[in-house]
């Protein structure tokens, strides 16, 4: 393995800016499409602002309700402030939540709690609005109603347990929010994503990202491999220590090495920028499915006969699981009955945190067979033929 | 000492080796010639172990190509028509890579002393910039590195300049002469052949092999 590792480092030495390139840019690649990704949302999200002249939960909850919205970008703001940037279209509308919000919409009455303004350049103004109103209506209707059980609740008093107003409004949030969950998972084959946390509209999981940008790198990386069974080395390794098959099963091994080793450092900068939790599932499922790329590319490697196959190759593979994992399209663009390619795709162990041994194993499996054979045929090796 | 015993190669109906035996003892250079086509190459693949005869049988210091096939690569030097070498290296990288990997361990002193025995001085120029003579040097260099017994050679000194041309053959009596090896090569300069070998066998196209004893580098005598 000495001797593999000296070989090797000649030719590392000679391509260090590329290899770097190469190794970091799954780490790189992903950093940069989220930010982008998060860049654009916020660029795409409309700025509005809210004046906020009653201090009650109601006014509270309604802040908190539009600021979940993909669409919009609030900004809590006196009133003089928010009108001059107005003017200055640097919002595109503001409402302003009046002084006895809360307990008009306690009493149901949802008539003159907001008032709202617009500039002549306003284009989302109408859509903005329905949506506060709607918001404000769910909220009137909920306080509604829960006066109507309260009112039932004291005109047939064998009720034991008396309701207030508070305990009605959060059961029927509770409620809201199940079904909201409901709906929602039943668009996704697996739960991948945590529904419901997030407020952007395309949301990529990075570890998805992550893995597409690995394949790419993987295949791009073994393009040794290729070069040198082009190169007619086997006239020379037929009188070495060392076999060719040996060679070639070391050096995979070493660029394994290197990659699990850029691998946990992206696992560390990543989960530092995404997520606080270090979780050894996560942690075992990218050393896995790195293992599985590395099997992989080793072994359409030996099949192919020219880089630009490999490269190919690499990139074809990229953008089917693009398409297909749903890290970048949702997966309910596709039939209820392709739900075995979810469970069966190698990003999908990815994004559920998954160790991937069964494609690891089958592919290990190929390359034994592939190693035995070469290794006990005594008859001289044709590679190129 | 190298025997081949009645082998006999054919590609599909071609039938490119005919019955051939010879043997060849220590400190021994042949020459092999023939036509183009005639089955040169083949026959240095067959000795190289590179290929299979469909009959018959080789054995190098009493170790048999088939049974013992690894005792015998131990044992093979091949240099290789083309010129196999990693361009992007140096003479020193090229010679370290393949040192690596070779059943002989050897020092970069060492290894720079198998270069200079063949006037390949440029040890640390890359390859890509080297002459074509000074590839070929390496090339055999290479082949040179575990100590191999049996040197085969397709080739080595075509299309190089003639300076070049000398100090192989001169390197290759002197491994012949002072250590013993045995050396089989290829070559369509007649001239260089008479010059270099001890021996020549010529491969005609009636597949009739003719096995010529050259002395003192003139006259010839017919041996089959
Ligand atoms: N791998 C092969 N498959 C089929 N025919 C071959 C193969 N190698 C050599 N031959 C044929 O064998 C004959 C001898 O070739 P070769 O040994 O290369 O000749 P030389 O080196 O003397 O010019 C040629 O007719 C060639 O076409
Ligand atoms: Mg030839």
């Known amino acids: 393995m000495k001797s593999i590792w000296i070989t090797r480092w000649l030719h590392w030495k000679k391509q260090l800016i590329s290899l770097l390139f190469w190794l970091f840019l799954p780490l790189f690649g992903t950093i940069i499409i989220i930010q982008a990704a998060h860049a654009f949302q916020e660029d795409a999200q409309i700025p509005i602002g809210l004046v906020l002249h009653d201090d009650s939960p109601f006014a509270q909850q309604l802040y908190s309700d539009i600021a979940a919205s993909p669409f919009v970008q609030v900004q809590i703001l006196q009133e003089k402030d928010a009108l001059k940037q107005l ?33 002549d350049l306003s284009f989302a103004y109408s859509p903005i609005k329905e949506m506060v109103v709607s918001l404000v209506q769910q909220e009137t209707g909920r306080s509604k109603a829960a006066f109507y059980v309260m009112r039932l609740a004291e005109k047939y008093p064998p009720y034991e347990k008396r309701w207030s107003w ?46 597409l940008f690995l394949i790419l790198s993987t295949f791009f990386l073994f393009d040794w491999m290729v070069k040198e069974r082009e190169k007619k080395l086997t006239s020379r390794f037929a009188f070495m220590r060392i076999s060719f098959s040996a060679y070639l099963l070391g050096n995979a091994f070493l660029y394994l090495l290197l990659f699990l080793i850029i691998d946990s450092l992206s696992f560390v900068i990543l989960q530092r920028i995404y997520d606080s939790s270090i979780s050894t599932e996560l942690f075992l499922s990218i050393i896995t499915f790195r293992w599985m790329t590395v099997a992989g590319s080793f072994i359409i490697a030996l099949c192919v006969k020219n880089i630009y196959t490999l490269y190919g190759t690499g990139l074809a593979i990229v953008l089917l699981f693009a398409i297909t994992s749903g890290v970048i399209l949702p997966t309910d663009l596709f039939p209820n009955s392709m739900g075995w390619v979810y469970t069966y795709h190698p990003i999908t162990y990815l994004l559920h945190n998954k160790p991937i041994w069964n494609w690891l194993a089958l592919f290990l499996f190929i390359i034994a067979l592939w190693y035995i054979r070469k290794e006990n045929s005594n008859a001289p090796s044709k590679w190129h033929s | 000492m190298l025997q081949v015993n009645g082998i006999h190669k054919r590609f599909g ?54 049974k013992q096939l ?137 597949q009739f092999y003719h096995d010529l004893l050259i002395r003192e580098g003139k006259s010839c005598l017919l041996l089959t």
């Open chain 1, 87 to 119: 003017e200055a279209h640097d919002l595109d509308s503001v409402f302003v939540i009046e002084e006895d919000y809360g307990e008009q919409i306690q009493k149901g009455n949802r008539k003159n709690v907001i008032t709202a303004y617009r500039s």
């Open chain 1, 166 to 211: 508070e305990e009605i409004t959060s059961k029927s949030k509770e409620i809201q929010k199940e079904e909201d969950l409901l709906t929602s998972t039943f668009s996704f084959f697996g739960e991948t994503k945590k529904q419901g946390s997030s407020s952007r509209l395309w949301d990529p999981n990075p570890w998805g990202i992550w893995g």
């Open chain 2, 13 to 66: 109906r071609n039938t490119v080796l005919n019955q051939l035996t010879f043997s060849a003892v220590d400190g021994e250079i042949i020459g092999l010639v023939g036509e183009n086509g005639a089955g040169k190459s083949t026959l240095l693949k067959l000795l190289a172990t590179l290929d299979l005869p469909d009959a018959g049988s080789i054995t190098l210091e009493g170790k048999s190509y088939t």
């Open chain 2, 70 to 206: 690894k005792e015998v690569r131990k044992r093979i030097g091949f240099v290789p028509q083309d010129i196999v070498l990693w361009e992007h290296f140096t003479v020193a990288e090229n010679m370290r890579f393949f040192e690596k990997l070779s059943w002989t361990k050897k020092s970069t002193t060492a290894l720079q002393s198998l270069c200079a025995q063949m006037k390949l001085d440029k040890w640390e120029e890359k390859v890509s910039t080297l002459s074509g003579g000074m590839k070929r040097k390496l090339n055999l260099a290479i082949s040179m590195i575990h100590d191999p017994k049996l040197l085969l050679l397709d080739e080595p000194t075509v299309g190089i300049d003639l300076k070049s041309r000398k100090e192989i053959g001169a390197y290759l009596q002197k491994e012949a002469k002072e250590n013993n090896k045995i050396i089989l090569y290829t070559s369509h300069d007649m001239d260089e052949i008479i010059h270099l070998c001890d021996r020549v066998i010529c491969i005609g196209e009636d």
